[in-house]
Nanobody
């Protein structure tokens, strides 16, 4: 497992942008698949995006607006969020698993503590 720490959340107006970061511990970061999930109040945690050696994968709700990327030299994964909508408001979680990314919460075995993103209308 790896230790994950998210940052970059905050309050933004609709149409604005935020970039989330997730810093990971460990010397084998480049071998891990990374995912972003989010949980809105009263809702289940849902898949947002993931990245592994094959590239990025996105939920339909964020496709074309969000971009996931990674910097293996910095042990960090990013989520660039553009054209934000009020329905993007949630706690965003970073997650990691070995090699191949998934879209299910149960696929991942390491989780960060979450960072709040609030989009005002």
């Amino acid at each position: 497992q790896v230790q994950l720490v998210e940052s970059g959340g905050g309050l933004v107006q609709a149409g604005g942008s935020l970039r989330l970061s997730c810093a990971a511990s460990g010397r084998t970061f480049s071998s891990y698949a990374l995912g972003w999930f989010r949980q809105a109040p009263g809702k289940e945690r849902e898949f947002v995006a993931s990245i592994d050696w094959r590239g990025g994968n996105y939920a339909d709700s964020v496709k074309g607006r969000f971009t996931i990327s990674r910097d293996n030299a910095k042990n960090t994964v990013y989520l660039q969020m553009n054209s934000l909508k009020p329905e993007d408001t949630a706690v965003y979680y970073c997650a990691a698993k070995w090699v191949v990314a998934g879209v299910r919460e149960a696929d991942y075995d390491s989780w960060g503590q979450g960072t709040q993103v609030t989009v005002s209308s």
